[in-house]
């Protein structure tokens, strides 16, 4: 070796203890040069790679080494820990034997049976895990981890002693007692899963994701209200964990409060306004929270029985009702439909008695700040709601009055917000308050026009169902929403990332095909719907949340058939059912699937929506119509005449709380309903092979625990008992997943 290469490497070796890896970088290159591709400095120069995190280039240079010298175990052990970096384990694990073969002396037998565990290699870790334990006897780490072996390989009664043996050494070892807990429900012992559940959390109380654990176990146990405190414990341990905000929304829509708990409720609140999870997910147990704030439903029920004459000269004298000024209150309706008639009721005479003041000039009062965040809020409710409230007649006359008394304004009032509570607000200029520039953002409709003039058409429209479909979404895009959840908290996990092709049939307004952007990493996903309205609500989204991987096109699923691109995933939610004949569509889109494709679909279940069928029978008995005043005195006789338990579900459902969403639930001009097995029946007759509903994990945890022979839930025989047991299992819409037999 030549003195400049022993220099050379010398300084390499100085540059790599100090942490200067490019400068030891480019030393053990010039020796790779120098030397005509030695493999020991390739070695070297793999290692410093890998130190900067550049492991694929690691690997092309540890993989050079070994070329040069295959016998060198070193090389080998270089190798096996860029392979395990890099997360492949069965590379990893072939490195690490052949330098043990090599070189039996070399205490590699941990990171050996490591990297088998990670491959799946269970057996194969067990017996390197025995030798590791002879060089390395009583070491905690090492034990786990061959009791975790024993547990990959269903050696269920080993698994147990291994445990127990670590607990010997370690009494408070958290993972075993975790994974002790995990043994337990595997064999079908939730007590004494609970059990060691506990004793894992007093062993490590900081731990986020045990802390998570127990109120998800809680929950599928039925205690609603303990699974709401553990969540709600996890997120104080560390806010910025998505999955447990996600944890809070399920527990929180189990909720049945009976009683106050304001904490509680600020929590899904902050929930909603960080848009971690979607607030429609939320909004359920906001409301049950919020009527049980102390004086909150009777203030409502105070306004709704005062006339708005009166009312007004209350809230002149008062100001804001302590009530009313409550965030609690004001961020949902910024962000959600708000889905309780008594709400609904009590929000409406108010905004009847604000009408009042800003007609009498009013409005000028203390407090302004309150005012402004409830007129702002209110404003922006019922701009989401499309002003599906009730107006009265006495309402149409002062907004008719204030619109003449505005007409030549062009700024922002609170008189033009109270008359932005009855009409589509026309363009003025922002204020600087940034309450009333985001309220500015409501107002797109001449953007979102020349949007769909740009969108591209891929089928003429030509069914006359398909037509009249296409008529209703033009009038009211469906639906109307504020924000995406943060990924984090909606992700599938089982989801391959990668390139696919996706098709999302019947987007609506985008925020399905969205998520699907995310959800399926590296996507090319192709969206379609019949209302350029509805696509044009849609690309605007797109562009503000930077989606870049989503098409928007116009076009008819019965005409997609044209298409000569085929999908890895098709997506088709609640569309099937608002066809002529939904076989049809199905089979049009079952002809699109690529081999070894994955279609979700979304129908409705003919027992979830029995409400919804009385509702339409008594509308239709009415005669009203479906406009938009129809709609809204619709909505009036329901409240105020069938309020009971045969439209109990009705009034839980967002749906019923927005104009385009009521026209969609209520109103639609083709709806069919299916039963699991018309569901059955289809398959048969397209072929297609059942994977599982999608369901809430509660849910599913019910039904395995109803028929213990089906843990994969695929029996439909079974599903079709379990529906007629719980009616509401499915919400309203049966989601399933299906792939060509």
Request: hydrophobic share 45%.
């Amino acid at each position: 070796m030549s003195q400049q290469v022993i220099a050379l490497w010398n300084e390499a070796d100085g540059h790599q203890a100090a942490g200067r890896l490019a400068e030891a970088e480019r030393c053990f290159r010039a020796v790779v040069e120098l030397t005509g591709d030695n493999p020991h400095p390739l070695d070297r120069l793999a290692q410093v790679l890998r130190g900067q995190g550049r492991l694929e280039e690691a690997w092309t240079e540890a993989s050079r080494a070994i070329a040069g010298e295959p016998a060198e175990p070193v090389f080998h052990n270089t190798a096996a820990g860029i392979a395990d970096a890099l997360g492949d384990a069965h590379r990893a694990e072939n490195h690490y034997r052949r330098a043990l073969l090599l070189a039996p002396e070399l205490a590699l037998w941990p990171s050996l049976a490591s990297a088998r565990l990670r491959a799946g290699n269970h057996h194969g870790a067990i017996e390197a895990y025995r030798n590791a334990l002879v060089l390395i006897p009583g070491d905690i780490g090492l034990m786990f981890e061959r009791a975790v072996a024993h547990h990959g390989a269903g050696e269920t009664a080993e698994a147990a002693c291994r445990y127990r043996a670590v607990l010997g050494q370690a009494p408070g070892h958290a993972p075993t007692l975790r994974n002790l807990a995990v043994l337990a429900s595997e064999v079908g012992d939730e007590a004494a899963a609970m059990t060691w559940l506990r004793k894992a959390l007093v062993a490590d109380p900081a731990s986020v994701a045990l802390t998570r654990e127990m109120g998800v176990k809680a929950l599928n146990s039925g205690e609603v209200a303990r699974a709401f405190t553990m969540h709600r414990r996890a997120i104080r341990l560390d806010p910025s964990e998505p999955m447990s905000w996600g944890a809070l929304s399920d527990a929180g829509r189990r909720l049945d409060p009976d009683r106050p708990d304001s904490g509680g409720l600020r929590d899904l609140v902050a929930c909603m306004v960080e848009g971690i999870v979607s607030p429609d997910r939320l909004i359920g147990p906001v409301i049950a929270l919020l009527r049980q704030e102390l004086g909150f439903i009777d203030a409502c029920r105070d306004a709704a029985s005062t006339p708005p004459e009166a009312l007004a000269e209350r809230l002149v004298r008062g100001g804001v009702p302590a009530a009313f000024d409550n965030d609690a209150l004001l961020d949902p309706l910024r962000l959600s439909l708000l889905p309780d008639p008594d709400i609904e009721i009590g929000l409406t005479a108010l905004r009847s008695a604000l009408l009042e003041m800003a007609a009498r000039d009013l409005l000028e009062v203390p407090e302004a700040r309150a005012w402004d965040r409830l007129i702002l809020a209110l404003a922006e409710q019922c701009q989401l709601n499309e002003h599906v409230w009730l107006e009265t007649a006495e309402d149409t006359a002062r907004v008719a009055a204030l619109t003449g008394r505005l007409a030549g304004e062009t700024h922002w009032s609170r008189a033009a917000l109270v008359l932005a509570c009855f009409r589509v607000p026309t363009p003025r200029d922002p204020l600087d308050d940034a309450g009333f520039a985001r309220f500015e953002e409501l107002h797109v409709a001449a953007r979102e026009r020349v949007i769909a003039e740009g969108l591209p058409t891929l089928t003429p429209i030509d069914d006359p169902v398909s037509r009249a479909v296409r008529a209703q979404y033009e009038e009211n895009p469906y639906p109307r929403w504020t924000r995406l959840p943060a990924a984090h908290a909606w992700r599938d996990g089982d989801d391959e990332a990668g390139p696919r092709e996706v098709l999302i049939a019947g987007c609506g307004t985008g925020q399905h095909a969205l998520l699907a952007a995310a959800r399926y990493d590296g996507a090319n996903i192709l969206a379609v719907d019949l209302s350029r309205a509805s696509l044009a609500y849609a690309e605007r989204k797109r562009v503000e949340h930077g989606a870049g991987n989503v098409t928007f096109a116009q076009a008819d699923l019965l005409r997609l058939g044209s298409l000569e691109r085929r999908f890895d995933v098709i997506e088709s939610i609640g569309v099937l059912h608002h066809m002529a004949n939904p076989l049809d569509g199905w089979k049009v889109l079952t002809g699109l699937l690529a081999p070894g494709g994955m279609m979700r679909i979304g129908l409705y279940s003919e027992i979830a929506r029995q409400a919804v069928v009385r509702a339409r029978e008594l509308i239709a008995e009415w005669g009203l119509g479906d406009s938009a005043s129809a709609i809204r005195e619709a909505r009036r006789r329901l409240i105020r005449d069938h309020a009971g338990v045969e439209l109990a579900a009705l009034f839980v459902s967002p749906d019923f709380f927005g104009l385009s969403t009521c026209r969609d639930l209520l109103f639609h001009v083709q709806e069919h309903r299916f039963t699991i097995p018309e569901l059955r029946a289809a398959m048969e007759t397209l072929e297609l092979e059942f994977l599982g509903f999608d369901t809430p994990s509660v849910t599913m945890a019910n039904y395995q625990a109803r028929f213990t022979d089906d843990p994969r839930g695929l029996n439909l025989a079974h599903w079709e008992v379990f529906e007629h047991e719980n009616p509401g299992c499915f919400g309203a819409m049966y989601q399933f997943r299906v792939a060509r037999r």
